[in-house]
């Protein structure tokens, strides 16, 4: 499979150079001093804060070709646009793996309904300076699937074909019908989240305060009440039915965790910011669509 990976920051770097070390035909597009980065040293990888880093030689791309088998998209939400501008003129299918929760139809406008496909990055970390840190992945984790669907949900033979060759390189890539609810899910609970740590300071100083806590949860299930349907997983369906002192008690065990004092919520940086604001936007705009 000749394999395009659009956007080399922490998911995209990740990604490719997982496909390229299980022998795939990888090139990873980059820009600015990324690109000067990528083509001296290659991706540089490290687990947590070990101080171990491994080089994967990716070849890199500052442009795609004619055309590919599969183009994987790792942006942030508000710089897809420019993407889809630049992949117009390029043939394959396209697969995003990033945050969206405008539906496909926009995507499918741009390039064409056809080659779209929908899916979500599991694994993460971030960027240190040029160094990848990816989470360390236990026995939990590498049961957590990449979910990836046909905006339809049909279970078709490409859909089926990627998440083959995604497990081949050792992704546990999932077939998910229900793709584009799920994405609006994880936007209804993640923007709230998000913004609420970037207001309080961080994880543990939103913990301390019940009432921000309370505010947010209000948003998460506003949220999901606007959806058209049920939440993608259905586990989400507890914010709104669970009661809410419950809920509030919850939520601040998790944020006072190591998984969220590990999880990037407490580095945002003006990417982030910028994503949770068109986020926001995609959500606003489907629930005054309805
Ligand atoms: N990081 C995580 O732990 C994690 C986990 C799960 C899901 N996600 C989601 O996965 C998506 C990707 O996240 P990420 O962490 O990989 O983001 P990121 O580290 O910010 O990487 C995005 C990369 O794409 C590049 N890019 C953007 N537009 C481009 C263009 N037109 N041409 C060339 N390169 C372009 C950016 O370059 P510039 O830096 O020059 O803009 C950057 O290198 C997001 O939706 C994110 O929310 C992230």
Do not use: W
């Given at each position: 499979m000749k394999l395009l990976v659009?956007?080399?920051?922490?998911?995209?770097?990740?990604?490719?150079?997982?496909?390229?070390?299980?022998?795939?035909?990888?090139?990873?597009?980059?820009?600015?001093?990324?690109?000067?980065?990528?083509?001296?040293?290659?991706?540089?990888?490290?687990?947590?804060?070990?101080?171990?880093?491994?080089?994967?030689?990716v070849p890199v791309v500052e442009h795609p070709d004619g055309g590919y088998d599969l183009i994987t998209v790792f942006v942030r939400t508000h710089q897809v646009d420019a993407v889809l501008e630049s992949l117009a003129g390029v043939r394959g299918d396209v697969l995003f793996l990033l945050n969206w929760a405008a539906g496909p139809e926009t995507l499918g406008a741009a390039i064409g309904h056809g080659r779209v496909l929908l899916g979500f990055p599991t694994t993460g970390g971030t960027m240190d300076g040029d160094v990848v840190r990816h989470r360390r992945s236990g026995f939990l984790t590498r049961r957590v699937a990449m979910p990836v669907g046909e905006p339809d949900g049909r279970?078709?033979?490409?859909?089926?074909?990627?998440?083959?060759?995604?497990?081949?390189?050792?992704?546990?890539?999932?077939a998910e019908p229900r793709m584009a609810a799920w994405l609006r899910t994880h936007a209804a609970f993640e923007v709230p989240l998000g913004q609420a740590v970037h207001a309080a300071g961080g994880p543990a100083a939103l913990a301390d305060d019940p009432d921000a806590v309370g505010g947010m949860l209000h948003l998460m299930r506003q949220n999901l009440t606007a959806m058209e349907t049920p939440p993608v997983p259905r586990a989400f369906g507890a914010l709104r039915a669970l009661p809410q002192g419950l809920l509030v008690a919850a939520l601040r065990r998790f944020l006072?965790?190591?998984?969220?004092?590990?999880?990037?919520?407490g580095a945002p940086s003006p990417a982030t910011a910028a994503e949770l604001e068109r986020l926001a936007e995609q959500l606003r705009a489907a629930a005054g669509a309805r």
């Open positions: 659009y956007g080399a920051g922490v998911c995209g770097s990740l990604f490719a150079a997982r496909m390229h070390k299980a022998g795939h035909d990888v090139s990873l597009l980059a820009r600015g001093e990324r690109l000067t980065a990528l083509r001296r040293q290659g991706v540089r990888l490290a687990e947590g804060n070990g101080p171990a880093v491994e080089r994967v030689p279970t078709t033979p490409r859909l089926l074909r990627i998440v083959e060759t995604f497990r081949t390189a050792g992704i546990n890539a999932e006072k965790s190591p998984t969220a004092a590990h999880s990037g919520l």
